[in-house]
């Protein structure tokens, strides 16, 4: 990162104008150092604030400066980084918002093949539009506000069971089933690798 441009520090400095200062630089080092520095910089200072309306804007990001300038951040970062998670938070939470009925219809539908990944998942009962949602919002806050781990095991047994759900469905694309279980296992994956200290 060049000289002069400090971690961010609080998330009033994630607006477009910020988030373009660490986008689209020639330098894939750099590129690869903003990534984890703007990543460690929305932990710490998520886990350093007690002021909830600080973190539900955390947990907004997307929606004040656009699911594609995160993208371009962060989404080429392995699943095994803390920037590659924050991404599959971001964009399960993204997916989910952009198409909450079919995403609630696989949760009802899967919760009778995976049991016991409903209840780490942790959706309310009904597994509706509403509830959904709202357990996206949930997962990012305890991301932020309680213990990441536990973020993404709830994220990654949400992710088994509505995979499970769309794979027994005729009429949803067995892609979308797969490519679910395969963020499921890598959140699972990373949650092991945050309480080892190996996930940066």
């Not at 894939?28 to 984890?36: M, S, T």
């Not at 998520?46 to 371009?72: P, Y």
């Amino acid at each position: 990162m060049p000289p002069g441009r400090g971690r961010p520090r609080s998330p009033a400095m994630f607006g477009p104008v910020a988030l373009d200062t660490f986008v689209g630089g020639t330098d894939p080092a750099e590129g690869i150092e903003a990534a984890h520095r703007t990543a460690a910089a929305l932990i710490e200072h998520g886990r350093s604030t007690s002021c909830s309306q600080e973190t539900a804007r955390l947990v907004a990001l997307t929606d004040e400066v656009g699911i594609e300038e995160v993208a371009e951040l962060w989404a080429t970062q392995p699943a095994d980084t803390l920037p590659g998670v924050l991404w599959r938070l971001y964009a399960l939470r993204d997916g989910i918002r952009r198409d909450a009925r079919a995403t609630a219809r696989g949760f009802e539908v899967g919760r009778r093949l995976a049991p016991v990944d409903e209840v780490v998942a942790g959706v309310q009962d009904p597994p509706g539009v509403k509830e959904v949602e709202a357990l996206a919002d949930a997962v990012l806050t305890g991301a932020f506000s309680g213990d990441l781990a536990v973020a993404m095991e709830r994220a990654a047994a949400f992710c088994r069971v509505v995979a499970a759900g769309w794979a027994a469905e005729a009429d949803v694309e067995a892609r979308r089933a797969t490519d679910l279980a395969r963020t499921a296992g890598q959140l699972g994956r990373a949650a092991g690798s945050w309480r080892r200290g190996e996930l940066h």
